[in-house]
């Protein structure tokens, strides 16, 4: 259906997007707009216009998506890709002429939009993703891989085979001698511990709040031990980023102990999303740059001996989670916030605005 709601929307959707639209708009009315074969937004409920009224750009579709007033179609990735200019483009934010909002009011106000502001999502300003998400939500995105690392893609499209050649360098990497002990932070269902201590015979404590039962040799902990000396730190899940904590883990190892961690990073003239800070890190601290990371380590002791670059393997694997997550129910907020971020954090490790960094260091 042509005519409707959607038709009423075209001329500011064009204003805003540009002609053609590099999307298609299906409105609650049924009608659509849009080029054929482009990735579709469903705009459920009048309300959703009614946040963009109150907050055009980002805060606004991410309220409304959040919430469910409006969908998306199809790979949620190619449809946040296609609607780049909305977002962000080159990291500015949208900027709106006046004769853009009169636009977006005149609109609203012909499709019975206009009202006073919906509240935000309960998703928002909380304690952010990485502190409010339980160990089914994260099985999901792993699907039957088990593992929340980073996969190493190289001759491979399967990201359980990922997740399994990523452990197998890692592993390889390490090459610790019989009896180490090993600290893992963000250790998940301890599949690296596991293999640490099945092939390397790895005294390992894994630092998890997933009911697991560990096999011989690995050892379960809620939290991170106030005290020990270990012989290595492994933080290879970017669940819970360490550039926090790092004086913290540099006084449990032991002098000329190891820590390998893998620590996502933003670009240097990288602009935070009001997506980031207001859904996925909460109360915690914004992503270092490497500088700034490698600096943070330098002065409690760490010396980097190693850095790598996995951003490509990164943004892969992000996508992967996306995709398990969009292939099952996604009707609760939280759901659709781990969604969404993991698609805009897939599209800005493509663009080279966020990365991943392995690095190798020693206590000195």
């Given at each position: 259906m042509v005519d409707g709601a959607a038709s009423r929307l075209e001329p500011l959707l064009v204003r805003l997007l540009g002609d053609p639209l590099p999307v298609r708009v299906r409105a609650w009315d049924g009608s659509e707009i849009g080029s054929p074969g482009a990735p579709v937004f469903v705009v459920r409920d009048r309300r959703a216009l009614r946040r963009l009224l109150w907050k055009p750009g980002e805060i606004g579709l991410v309220r409304a998506y959040v919430t469910g007033e409006l969908d998306i179609e199809g790979d949620v990735c190619a449809a946040l890709g296609a609607l780049q200019r909305v977002l962000r483009h080159d990291d500015e934010a949208i900027r709106l002429s006046g004769d853009d909002k009169r636009e977006i009011v005149r609109t609203a106000v012909m499709l019975g939009a206009v009202g006073p502001e919906p509240k935000a999502p309960p998703e928002e300003g909380g304690r952010g993703l990485l502190a409010e998400t339980p160990e089914e939500l994260y099985a999901r995105m792993a699907g039957g891989a088990r593992?929340?690392?980073?996969?190493?893609?190289?001759?491979?499209?399967?990201?359980?085979?990922?997740?399994?050649?990523?452990?197998?360098?890692?592993?390889?990497?390490?090459?610790?001698?019989?009896?180490?002990?090993?600290?893992?932070?963000?250790?998940?269902?301890?599949?690296?511990?596991?293999r640490l201590a099945r092939e390397q015979g790895a005294l390992v404590t894994a630092v998890t709040s997933f009911d697991v039962v560990p096999p011989e040799g690995v050892r379960a902990v809620p939290d991170v031990p106030a005290e020990g000396e270990y012989d290595v730190v492994v933080a290879l899940a970017g669940v819970l980023p360490l550039h926090g904590v790092v004086d913290r883990v540099a006084g449990l190892l032991r002098p000329g102990g190891r820590l390998l961690v893998r620590q996502p990073v933003h670009r240097q003239d990288a602009v935070q999303r009001p997506f980031t800070s207001d859904y996925v890190l909460g109360s915690q601290e914004e992503l270092p740059t490497l500088g700034s990371f490698i600096e943070a380590l330098d002065a409690v002791?760490?010396?980097?001996?190693?850095?790598?670059?996995?951003?490509?393997?990164?943004?892969?694997?992000?996508?992967a989670w996306a995709a398990a997550l969009q292939d099952?129910?996604?009707?609760?907020?939280?759901?659709?916030?781990?969604?969404?971020?993991?698609?805009?954090?897939?599209?800005?490790?493509?663009?080279?605005?966020?990365?991943?960094?392995?690095?190798?260091?020693?206590?000195?």
């Open positions: 593992a929340l690392g980073t996969g190493h893609w190289a001759g491979t499209a399967e990201p359980a085979e990922a997740q399994r050649a990523g452990e197998e360098r890692l592993a390889a990497r390490l090459a610790l001698k019989p009896g180490a002990s090993v600290l893992e932070l963000n250790a998940g269902w301890a599949s690296f511990a596991t002791g760490l010396e980097v001996c190693r850095a790598e670059a996995l951003r490509e393997d990164y943004a892969r694997t992000l996508r099952g129910p996604r009707e609760d907020g939280l759901t659709r916030t781990w969604l969404l971020h993991l698609a805009t954090a897939a599209l800005a490790a493509e663009a080279g605005r966020i990365g991943l960094y392995e690095l190798d260091a020693v206590l000195r």
